[in-house]
């Protein structure tokens, strides 16, 4: 197989890139390749926020479209009218927990939407893809490329010292990583039938800057700062690798550019917490940040009941990615929380307002529908 040579104007569709992930990079590609052009299509679901991008908003290189994946026809006319020749699909319902709840919202996006992306970008391709194998390299403009970023999860759980390769076998155990397992197989079932090049990551469990506060690490740094219980389930002993998103952004820069098509890439941190120990970490450093008694914050852990279906233990092999693309995490996950920290603590104005109840209210009855 033949590596990706990229051409150096493109032309490419971040989807959901106003969300967490997204945001970072859609940031990275608008500030590191002005050449390309760079359209961010985003539902502006609850998790999504433009604010996470006013330091690009007004870029020459960067568009924003508000369009549903769901939405043929918006999309099509995204693809017709910037010419799109590469996607990278990061658009997606994410938590767990409101799978549980509402599990066909994630179907329709998740699968569904992924879905109509792959029926468009298969239709605005063919021309290009006519006579051309999906593991072959092109030339110039005629090159496209599919991006689809999944997780660990759907891999289901671990249960001794092993870690995830990109040849384990699939076993979702929630409707979120059903969902995304579902997506993953729709990918390279296309690759296979339509001979559209493809690439899929698999990541762990993103933190840093711009992260929605239902998510462990933000959830519980907002809680901290305004003395709120830390709500953990069971004893706290499941186990996640941590990968900090601005590591996760490069990584799928490597990938977009310098990936095998056809190929996937486990992207982790090299970084395994149990949840309480990364809460009682949590609570140190903010009881230093904020001028408190060593321990005044570790008070606020209370102990819930344990969630369906909750998988003990996820861990990541990236050795894959390091040696074919040379890609390795910057920072250790001590420094990259303290900086996390100071980011929300600096940033209390955008915590408040997406924890407010009017945002959420809206964001609710968006949700719902």
């Not at 997780?151 to 979120?176: C, W």
């Not at 982790?268 to 230093?288: A, F, P, S, T």
């Not at 303290?338 to 955008?350: M, Q």
């Amino acid at each position: 197989m033949q590596r990706n040579t990229l051409s150096a104007e493109r032309r490419i569709l971040i989807t959901g890139g106003a969300g967490f992930i997204g945001s970072h990079v859609v940031r990275r590609f608008v500030k590191n390749y002005p050449q390309y052009r760079i359209i961010n299509l985003d539902a502006l679901t609850y998790a999504g926020n433009l604010e996470n991008l006013r330091d690009v908003e007004k870029a020459p290189n960067y568009t924003f479209v508000k369009a549903d994946i769901c939405d043929a026809v918006a999309v099509a006319m995204v693809f017709t009218e910037h010419a799109i020749d590469g996607v990278i699909h990061l658009a997606a319902e994410s938590h767990v927990d409101r799978s549980i709840s509402d599990p066909m919202a994630f179907v329709t996006t998740n699968v569904i939407g992924t879905v109509t992306l792959l029926n468009v970008a298969r239709e605005a391709w063919k021309d290009r893809l006519s006579g051309h194998s999906p593991l072959s390299s092109g030339e110039g403009r005629g090159e496209v490329r599919f991006y689809h970023v999944s997780t660990d999860e759907v891999y289901g759980s671990l249960h001794d010292d092993s870690l995830f390769l990109e040849s384990t076998p699939y076993d979702p155990q929630s409707p979120y990583s059903a969902s995304k397992a579902a997506s993953d197989h729709f990918v390279r079932a296309y690759g296979n039938t339509y001979k559209l090049p493809f690439v899929v990551s698999n990541c762990s469990n993103n933190y840093g800057s711009h992260h929605f506060p239902e998510k462990l690490i933000p959830l519980m740094i907002n809680n901290i700062r305004n003395n709120k219980p830390l709500p953990v389930y069971g004893k706290g002993e499941n186990v996640r690798d941590w990968l900090w998103v601005e590591d996760h952004a490069s990584a799928i820069d490597a990938v977009f550019h310098k990936g095998v098509n056809g190929e996937t890439y486990n992207i982790g941190g090299h970084n395994e917490w149990k949840n309480i120990d990364l809460v009682h970490l949590l609570c140190r450093i903010m009881d230093q940040k904020l001028g408190r008694a060593e321990g005044e914050s570790a008070k606020l852990i209370t102990y819930v009941t344990d969630r369906a279906g909750h998988d003990l233990r996820y861990a990541i092999d990236a050795s894959k990615i390091e040696r074919d693309l040379g890609w390795k995490p910057s920072i250790t996950f001590e420094v990259g929380l303290e900086r996390t920290v100071d980011w929300y603590l600096a940033n209390t104005e955008w915590l408040d307002h997406v924890t407010s109840g009017a945002y959420l209210r809206y964001y609710e009855v968006q949700y719902a529908r």
